[in-house]
Protein backbone atom coordinates (compact mmCIF):
# COMPACT_ATOMS: atom_id res chain seq x y z
CA UNK A 1 0.00 0.00 0.00
CA UNK A 2 3.09 2.75 0.60
CA UNK A 3 4.20 1.54 -2.74
CA UNK A 4 0.78 2.47 -4.42
CA UNK A 5 1.11 5.96 -2.31
CA UNK A 6 4.40 7.04 -2.96
CA UNK A 7 3.83 6.23 -6.42
CA UNK A 8 0.81 8.59 -6.55
CA UNK A 9 2.93 11.47 -4.79
CA UNK A 10 5.60 11.01 -7.29
CA UNK A 11 3.11 11.25 -10.26
CA UNK A 12 1.78 14.10 -8.74
CA UNK A 13 4.64 15.93 -8.43
CA UNK A 14 5.45 15.46 -11.95
CA UNK A 15 8.77 12.58 -11.02
CA UNK A 16 6.33 9.73 -13.25
CA UNK A 17 4.29 9.99 -16.15
CA UNK A 18 0.13 9.68 -15.46
CA UNK A 19 0.76 6.77 -18.10
CA UNK A 20 3.64 5.42 -16.24
CA UNK A 21 1.28 6.01 -12.73
CA UNK A 22 -1.95 4.46 -14.78
CA UNK A 23 0.97 1.27 -15.63
CA UNK A 24 2.32 0.71 -12.14
CA UNK A 25 -1.51 1.35 -10.83
CA UNK A 26 -3.29 -1.36 -13.18
CA UNK A 27 -0.05 -4.01 -12.48
CA UNK A 28 -0.53 -3.27 -8.63
CA UNK A 29 -4.67 -3.47 -8.42
CA UNK A 30 -4.09 -6.92 -11.03
CA UNK A 31 -1.34 -8.25 -8.38
CA UNK A 32 -3.91 -7.33 -5.86
CA UNK A 33 -6.72 -9.25 -7.24
CA UNK A 34 -4.56 -12.76 -7.73
CA UNK A 35 -3.40 -12.58 -4.61
CA UNK A 36 -6.71 -12.22 -3.49
CA UNK A 37 -7.65 -15.26 -5.44
CA UNK A 38 -5.00 -17.51 -3.78
CA UNK A 39 -6.28 -17.23 -0.55
CA UNK A 40 -8.53 -19.64 -0.33
CA UNK A 41 -5.93 -22.61 -1.92
CA UNK A 42 -3.49 -21.36 0.55
CA UNK A 43 -5.90 -21.52 3.82
CA UNK A 44 -6.60 -25.17 2.16
CA UNK A 45 -3.12 -25.97 2.13
CA UNK A 46 -2.82 -24.61 5.75
CA UNK A 47 -5.38 -26.94 6.76
CA UNK A 48 -4.28 -29.85 4.89
CA UNK A 49 -0.79 -29.41 6.46
CA UNK A 50 -2.21 -28.68 10.12
CA UNK A 51 -4.15 -32.01 10.03
CA UNK A 52 -1.07 -33.99 8.51
CA UNK A 53 1.00 -32.24 11.48
CA UNK A 54 -2.03 -33.15 14.06
CA UNK A 55 -2.05 -37.00 12.80
CA UNK A 56 1.68 -36.72 12.77
CA UNK A 57 1.50 -35.94 16.28
CA UNK A 58 -0.82 -38.58 17.48
CA UNK A 59 0.95 -41.37 15.91
CA UNK A 60 4.07 -40.32 17.57
CA UNK A 61 2.26 -40.18 20.87
CA UNK A 62 1.11 -43.76 19.97
CA UNK A 63 4.78 -44.83 19.19
CA UNK A 64 6.08 -43.77 22.50
CA UNK A 65 2.98 -44.95 24.58
CA UNK A 66 4.14 -48.04 23.26
CA UNK A 67 7.87 -48.15 23.22
CA UNK A 68 7.71 -46.74 26.85
CA UNK A 69 4.53 -48.21 28.59
CA UNK A 70 4.14 -47.84 32.29
CA UNK A 71 2.48 -51.06 32.25
CA UNK A 72 0.27 -53.37 30.24
CA UNK A 73 -2.39 -52.79 29.37
CA UNK A 74 -5.12 -54.45 27.59
CA UNK A 75 -5.25 -51.56 24.53
CA UNK A 76 -1.76 -52.10 24.36
CA UNK A 77 -1.44 -55.64 24.23
CA UNK A 78 -4.70 -55.30 20.94
CA UNK A 79 -2.39 -52.48 19.23
CA UNK A 80 0.65 -54.95 19.10
CA UNK A 81 0.02 -58.22 18.87
CA UNK A 82 -2.46 -60.03 16.60
CA UNK A 83 -2.83 -62.99 17.46
CA UNK A 84 -1.20 -65.32 20.26
CA UNK A 85 -1.09 -69.38 19.42
CA UNK A 86 -0.94 -72.07 22.80
CA UNK A 87 0.16 -75.21 21.55
CA UNK A 88 -0.08 -78.16 23.17
CA UNK A 89 2.22 -79.28 25.59
CA UNK A 90 4.92 -81.54 25.39
CA UNK A 91 7.25 -84.00 27.24
CA UNK A 92 11.05 -84.96 26.65
CA UNK A 93 12.91 -86.46 29.03
CA UNK A 94 10.25 -85.91 31.98
CA UNK A 95 9.75 -82.37 31.53
CA UNK A 96 7.22 -80.34 29.98
CA UNK A 97 7.54 -77.98 27.08
CA UNK A 98 5.12 -75.83 25.23
CA UNK A 99 5.54 -73.70 22.25
CA UNK A 100 3.75 -70.37 21.88
CA UNK A 101 3.56 -68.21 18.90
CA UNK A 102 3.05 -64.78 18.95
CA UNK A 103 1.65 -62.72 16.06
CA UNK A 104 2.63 -58.97 16.15
CA UNK A 105 1.20 -56.39 14.13
CA UNK A 106 2.86 -54.77 11.08
CA UNK A 107 5.95 -57.44 12.33
CA UNK A 108 5.33 -60.78 12.11
CA UNK A 109 5.68 -64.00 14.09
CA UNK A 110 7.54 -64.33 17.52
CA UNK A 111 7.80 -68.23 18.13
CA UNK A 112 8.59 -68.92 21.90
CA UNK A 113 9.35 -72.53 23.57
CA UNK A 114 8.46 -72.22 27.52
CA UNK A 115 9.69 -74.88 29.70
CA UNK A 116 7.26 -75.49 32.21
CA UNK A 117 9.16 -76.97 36.25
CA UNK A 118 7.74 -79.96 37.53
CA UNK A 119 5.01 -82.22 35.92
CA UNK A 120 2.04 -79.96 36.25
CA UNK A 121 1.64 -76.41 35.93
Known sequence: ???IIKIYKDNINGKISDKRFESFSKRYESEQQELKA???DLENYLNTETDKSDNLQKFINKVKRITR???LTAELV???IDRIEV????YMDGKRY???NIYYRGVGIISILILS???GY
Open 78 to 80: NEL
Open 69 to 71: PDK
Open 98 to 100: QMI
Open 87 to 90: HAPR
Open 38 to 40: KIP
Open 1 to 3: MNL
Open 117 to 119: KGS
